[in-house]
Structure formats: structure tokens, C-alpha cells
Nanobody, 127 residues
């Protein structure tokens, strides 16, 4: 059974930091590209970041570039998202997702196809 379990969300002040984790099991994590996707109340899903299977290539949405860092530890089957300088527009449920396909360029990524999703972790930012 495939499982993606996010953790690390919570309440933080504007300008603060959080580190999200996503523990993966039930599939070959080290072979999978992985993404973080967020969804704010009343809005559609927004792709945040992607990392390739080896961890050597990453890409970010413009809204988080320079503030968020995606990483992974294939030995631990775990994906991370370090979020710094959190802003009032960052609150959402953050999901990790194994990514079958995404078209990425210097302008970000689009046309994502996701295989599996976690249940999400809530991030709240107070001003």
C-alpha cells in the first residue's frame, strides 16, 4: 500500500519558518520525482516545488522562489520542504505528491501528473 504522510505543519508568525516532512512507503521512493502542492481555502491546488529522483534538480513556483527549499533523503524515504520568511499568503494545506510527469523550464513547471498524494498538513501564518 502506498503511503505519503506529511508532518511539520502548524501555526507560525509572519516571517517565521517551518520544515515540512513527507514520509513515503509502498513504492520505490528513490526512483520517483516528488512535488509539494498546496491548497488554500476556496482556491484550487497550487504547485509549489518539485525535485527529481536523485535530488539534483529542483524547481519552484515564483511565489515561493528564494524562500522555500525542497530536498529529499532517499535513504530515509523522506521528502522535505523548508519554508522561510513565511507570508500571510502562504497558509494552506500542503501536500506531497509523487509526480509522474511535469513540464519544467526556467519559468517553472506545468502540466503536472501526480500518482499519489498524502493527506496534507496545515500551515497557518499569523500576521
Amino acid at each position: 500500500e502506498v503511503q505519503l504522510v506529511e508532518s511539520g505543519g502548524g501555526l507560525v508568525q509572519s516571517g517565521g519558518s517551518l520544515r515540512l516532512s513527507c514520509a513515503a512507503s509502498g513504492f520505490t521512493f528513490e526512483s520517483a520525482d516528488m512535488s509539494w502542492v498546496r491548497q488554500a481555502p476556496g482556491k484550487g491546488p497550487e504547485w509549489v516545488s518539485i525535485i527529481n529522483s536523485s535530488g539534483g534538480d529542483t524547481n519552484y513556483a515564483d511565489s515561493v522562489k528564494g524562500r522555500f527549499t525542497i530536498s529529499r533523503d532517499n535513504a530515509k524515504n523522506t521528502l522535505y520542504l523548508q519554508m522561510n520568511s513565511l507570508k500571510p499568503e502562504d497558509p494552506a494545506v500542503y501536500y506531497c505528491a509523487s509526480t509522474q510527469y511535469a513540464y519544467c523550464s526556467g519559468y517553472g513547471c506545468r502540466d503536472h501528473i501526480y500518482d499519489y498524494w498524502g493527506q496534507g498538513t496545515q500551515v497557518t501564518v499569523s500576521s
